[in-house]
């Protein structure tokens, strides 16, 4: 069993979990001149991609995954019954689920002295021909022919408790198509569910799938408990991302960071859009949410005494750019992966000395915008580059058209798809579609790897306010 979810994990990280590598290598997709990934030496630039999507799932999300197995695992072995046969993991539709499931679940067994056999949906992607689906989900989970009847069902769930077997699907996504034919998958497994009491279901969703499956099929009338993961705290994310930080000496400066966050006169940068009211509003929230709680964290460490070691102000300054950071990102750690290597610098020390230092700001020039003779000198002065952090912000989020909304839509319920299953969600000519995937890939709100498209996780929290403000079946954040 260990072997099968090992397996099944492996293949994933080599084909399937990508956290910023398409955002980084995309050609269609330039990212801002001064963005640290489009000026890094090639060895380094791959190098911190490789070490961020090397980072372990984060521990919390594995402690929730475990915990809720565990509990729902004990509960259905104390009394087998079909209303306790199953428990449902709900993730975003940018984060992968099926990889922290597996993660969760394979710690989970290593644990245990009584391992279960298990029956793994190893798919990696929607089947091409979503007609297959029902016929791959039996073949893959080992299933028998389902022509039986009630009395047989009978027999079968009061079969000795050494029958008993977990069955896993990592990702309900992959297993429908929103079509006119791509729900038989789904209704074959909303039949499986409470006809063997035996049998217990551990089920992989986003969020948006599972809303467009409990309004279409009721699919949750016949499932057990739901379990969200986690949204990631500051300092969560910050011990998560320390050995990145630690790895390639990323400075976090308080001249640069501290105050920034805590001068009101930052909110002049934001993009004031009238057109876009709602997300203007959002944005001048973010930024006085920011400057709040870096000026409370302030006052609080000059008025009240502590027994902790007292802190630097860099790492004053570290905590208040990461608690912003997951407040920007919603606490999602694949966005906050993505947010935090937008806002990345890398950029000679003199240089970072001349923007931080007191003089009048009218007067400093940023390093991008020194005369070449100037940047020649700064180097003589001082030549180390090095990687610096600066206030991580969202991506504005360009005008979208409702076709644009519908298709991005569709993004979010599957969690990725292509080019020729999205055309036949929507029932367009793929050409036609393709031509709209280019359009919003050359925008930044699309990756693609190969013939897969999905959303760029760093525009998501923006795009899920968006799509709720225009009705769409979205639980709002």
């Known amino acids: 069993m260990a072997n099968q979810i090992q397996k099944f994990r492996q293949w994933l990280l080599e084909k399937r979990h990508f956290r910023v590598a398409w955002f980084a290598k995309d050609a269609q997709h330039k990212p801002a001149p001064e963005e640290a990934l489009s000026n890094l030496p090639d060895e380094m630039a791959e190098a911190l991609i490789d070490a961020v999507n090397g980072l372990p799932t984060h521990p919390r999300e594995l402690a929730t995954v475990k915990e809720a197995v565990e509990k729902a695992l004990e509960e259905w072995q104390h009394d087998p019954h079909p209303s306790t046969n199953s428990i449902v993991l709900l993730g975003d539709p940018v984060s992968s689920v099926s990889r922290i ?34 016929q791959q989900v039996k073949e893959k989970l080992g299933l028998e022919e389902d022509e039986f009847n009630e009395e047989e069902f009978e027999e079968k769930s009061k079969e000795a408790d050494a029958n008993q077997h977990l069955m896993i699907v990592p990702n309900l ?7 006119a034919d791509g729900l038989d998958g789904l209704d074959y497994l909303q039949e499986l569910l409470p006809r063997n009491q035996n049998q217990f279901w551990i089920l992989g969703s986003g969020i948006v799938g599972w809303d467009y499956l409990k309004s279409t099929l009721k699919f949750h009338a016949y499932c057990g408990n739901t379990v969200n993961l986690p949204q990631l705290s500051g300092k969560e994310l910050k011990s998560w991302l320390e050995p990145v930080v630690q790895q390639f000496e990323i400075r976090f400066p ?9 001068n009101p006169d930052g909110l002049l940068d934001i993009d004031l859009d009238a057109g876009h009211p709602i997300e203007t509003l959002s944005d001048i929230g973010q930024e006085v949410s920011a400057t709040v709680r870096s000026s409370v964290r302030t006052v609080k460490a000059e008025i009240l005494p502590s027994d902790e070691p007292e802190s630097t102000e860099e790492d004053t300054s570290k905590l208040d750019y990461f608690d912003r950071l997951a407040n920007i990102s919603d606490g999602i750690s694949v966005v906050a992966l993505q947010l935090f290597i937008k806002s990345l610098r890398y950029r000679e020390d003199k240089e970072i000395e001349k923007l931080d230092s007191p003089a009048d700001e009218d007067t400093q020039k940023k390093p991008e915008e020194l005369e070449p003779e100037e940047r020649s000198k700064a180097s003589s002065k001082d030549g180390q580059l090095r990687l610096i952090a600066s206030v991580p912000k969202l991506p504005p989020l360009p005008d979208l058209s409702q076709n644009d909304m519908y298709l991005l839509y569709s993004l979010m319920l599957h969690g990725d798809m292509t080019v020729v299953a999205m055309a036949q969600s929507l029932g367009d000519a793929p050409q036609v579609v393709n031509n709209q995937v280019q359009m919003l890939r050359n925008s930044g709100l699309i990756e693609q790897r190969g013939k897969v498209i999905k959303i760029n996780p760093a525009h998501y929290p923006k795009l899920r306010r968006e799509l709720v403000k225009n009705n769409f079946v979205i639980e709002a954040p």
């Open 173 to 179: 996504c992959w297993c429908f198509l929103r079509s």
């Open 254 to 262: 308080d001249a640069a960071l501290h105050k920034r966050l805590q």
């Open 101 to 134: 499931l597996s993660d969760g679940v394979s710690e989970l067994q290593s644990e245990q002295e009584e391992k279960l056999p298990v029956h793994l949906l190893s798919w990696v992607e929607r089947p091409a021909h979503v007609a297959s689906i029902k």
